[in-house]
């Protein structure tokens, strides 16, 4: 796809699902250390579960100092209901204890360190970057990102660190903090998992799958 028409389809999707005062996440969180641990728990489930669980669990566990020495048993019944909570539980207790132990307690703001963390890839961290810190060094690619990005036409790759590869290389840098929160709009909204809604949606025209549809 070429560059003009890529363009045109974020600015399609910009008019259909705006941005308001700049927030383009849908985590809530008040600090760095709380995207972080959020956006760990947030692998496999939904945004809504995760914000439902986050008020008691950082009431508990306000900072990174706090999680470090929290007992794993305690973390796994405050997060249980997003799923997979014996390894995120892990995680996000190591990830914490390295916080404290090798950055004074904050969160790091580079790819290569934040990589480094249990629990984070590339996705997490660009996450972490972007709405944090206000980073674009990437292109957080989850189900929904990938899923557009391979239907409309924005890339031919299968994986994660491909597809954000080709997404980079077809937008330029001040577009990247916009995709993941058009492309995760529209995923839920119209070009959903099981049955995209074409009839109804404004990109329609420029999309691969409904042209060969």
């Known amino acids: 796809m070429i560059q003009e028409e890529a363009n045109l389809i974020l600015a399609i999707l910009a008019e259909d699902y705006p941005i308001h005062n700049g927030i383009v996440s849908f985590l809530k969180f008040e600090n760095p250390f709380q995207i972080l641990i959020l956006t760990i728990l947030s692998a496999q ?3 809504r579960t995760v914000n439902g669980i986050s008020k008691e669990l950082f009431g508990k566990y306000p900072d ?3 999680m470090a020495h929290a007992s794993p048993e305690e973390v796994e019944s405050l ?3 997003t799923g997979f909570y014996h390894t995120k ?3 996000i207790i190591a990830t914490s204890r390295i916080l404290v132990t090798q950055y004074n307690g904050e969160v790091p703001q580079t790819m290569s360190d934040l990589v480094t963390l249990p629990g984070v890839g590339r996705k997490t961290a660009n996450i972490v970057l972007n ?3 206000g980073q674009n060094v990437g292109i957080a690619v989850d189900t929904h990102v990938r899923r557009l990005s391979q239907r409309i036409g924005f890339t031919d ?3 994660p660190d491909a597809i954000e590869t080709d997404l980079m290389n077809l937008f330029n840098q001040s577009q990247w903090k916009y995709i993941n929160y058009l492309l ?4 839920r909204a119209v070009c959903t998992a099981k049955k995209p809604h074409c009839g109804v949606c404004r990109i329609s025209a420029h999309c691969r799958f409904f042209k060969e549809k």
């Open 184 to 187: 995760i709009s529209h995923g």
């Open 131 to 133: 709405h944090a810190f």
């Open 89 to 91: 539980a892990k995680n």
């Open 157 to 159: 790759a299968n994986t």
């Open 64 to 66: 990174a100092d706090a």
């Open 45 to 47: 489930t939904t945004d």
């Open 79 to 81: 997060i249980h209901s």
